[in-house]
């Protein structure tokens, strides 16, 4: 079955260092997200990319946030200058038609 | 704001038994519903959808039922195995599918 893959698992950056996260959505999908969920909350949505633009965003996804898709596969996340409450677990996901969506199993940020 | 809340955080059962996880809902302009397993360490993992001009939908061992006078989606497992042990998460999709609201959660324990 067609799964999305996020690398790293596990990314420990220090406050204040730009990160970037790393997503392979599935190939034949054309909607990507981004999505985070802090220890014990809910998953809460960042970002949706869609004909090689942001098409949604959350408030969430600030100036320090953004999103590029360098090639016909991968699709990532930067934060600029990291602090201490974006350490979450950020969630790549795709789909094919805007619902349906497969998400990866995610990234583990930590900012010390 | 509107949001996707959960009834009940943490649901009890034993194995064989149907489960019932419930999720109520307030933005009236959703129209797509889902349900997401997410298990320690993964991600989300989609289980059924419905869309809003349904009122039940039914999977492998789920049903999902939408209530829209009341605004109350539920999950229906039925003979649950210890595999479904997890946090069920209800998801409300609008936009076009740019985004999902995602609920608070019910942690499933299913008694052997």
């Known amino acids: 079955e067609p799964e999305v893959t996020q690398t790293p698992s596990h990314q420990v950056t220090q406050m204040g260092q730009e990160v970037i996260l790393r997503c392979v959505p599935i190939s034949n999908h054309l909607y990507f997200y981004w999505y985070r969920q802090i220890l014990g909350q809910k998953v809460e949505f960042l970002v949706s990319f869609y004909n090689n633009e942001i098409s949604e965003k959350s408030e969430i996804f600030d100036d320090q946030f953004s999103v590029e898709r360098p090639d016909g596969s991968n699709f990532t996340l930067k934060i600029r200058s990291t602090k201490l409450e974006d350490s979450a677990m950020y969630f790549c996901?795709?789909?094919?038609?805007?619902?349906?969506?497969?998400f990866g199993s995610g990234t583990r940020l930590t900012v010390v | 704001g509107e949001s996707v809340g959960l009834h009940l955080p943490t649901l009890s059962v034993q194995e064989g038994d149907n489960s019932i996880i419930n999720c109520a809902y307030s933005n009236s302009a959703s129209d797509y519903f889902i349900w997401y397993k997410q298990e320690s360490g993964k991600g989300p993992q989609f289980i059924i959808d419905i869309r809003s001009n349904m009122d039940k939908r039914q999977g492998q061992r789920v049903t999902v039922l939408l209530n829209k006078t009341v605004k109350h989606l539920s999950l229906q497992i039925a003979a649950t195995q210890p595999g479904d042990s997890a946090v069920y998460f209800c998801?409300?999709?609008?936009?076009?599918?740019?985004?999902?609201?995602f609920g608070g959660g019910t942690r499933l324990m299913v008694k052997p």
């Open positions: 996901a795709s789909s094919e038609e805007g619902y349906g969506y497969t």
């Open positions: 998801a409300e999709g609008n936009n076009a599918g740019n985004m999902l609201t």
